[in-house]
């Protein structure tokens, strides 16, 4: 069945007379060593679907494997993607150090976990956990901290207020004192925009 389209038409034809073309071509090439054809045609044919798989799945594997990285839409726009356990992550640069923050609008501080505080400069033990914080789990012990600089994308902060947790909780959150410092921030599909 032919498409409805002129071009789609076209394309079909092109495609068809391009495929007979090298159909013909073979077996001119190869006449008498058809065992010959058949393993080269069987190579070149999983060739042409290991690209068209590559070329299909690119954005998606790229998005899982790097949908913590924010990509820039403009001067003003980046975007993260949601990752398969449904969450957002945003790979920051704290005080020069990567650390992968979950994206949280229900915490209301930037908290560092004690293993990413430690990656990222402090001594998780000299601190002065004086700070009470309400988690899911209950109530929490935390350490107020200054970092240096925060990155994410192309956005850089300084001296940033943050916390460091007394250990009950085992990953970065990245919360709403950080947030708010965008003029906005929505969910599209599986996308979030964080906008200055």
Do not use: C
């Amino acid at each position: 069945m032919l498409p409805d389209d002129p071009d789609a038409q076209a394309r079909m034809f092109y495609l068809v007379a391009m495929g007979m073309a090298i159909a013909v071509w073979g077996f001119w090439r190869y006449r008498g060593r058809m065992g010959q054809a058949m393993q080269h045609a069987s190579i070149w044919g999983l060739i042409f679907v290991g690209a068209v798989l590559a070329i299909g799945f690119f954005e998606p594997l790229q998005n899982q494997l790097m949908g913590d990285r924010a990509q820039a839409i403009d001067d003003r726009t980046i975007k993260l993607e949601r990752s398969r356990d449904g969450h957002f992550y945003a790979l920051i640069q704290v005080d020069g150090t990567d650390v992968r923050f979950i994206v949280d609008t229900g915490a209301t501080h930037i908290m560092l976990s004690q293993r990413d505080a430690a990656a990222a400069g402090l001594d998780p033990n000299s601190l002065d956990y004086t700070a009470q914080m309400q988690t899911a789990n209950g109530i929490a012990m935390g350490a107020p901290i200054r970092l240096d600089s925060v990155r994410l994308g192309p956005f850089l902060d300084s001296d940033v207020r943050a916390i460091v947790n007394g250990g009950q909780i085992d990953e970065s959150l990245l919360g709403m004192s950080y947030l708010d410092r965008y003029s906005g921030f929505r969910v599209e599909g599986d996308s979030l925009y964080l906008t200055r």
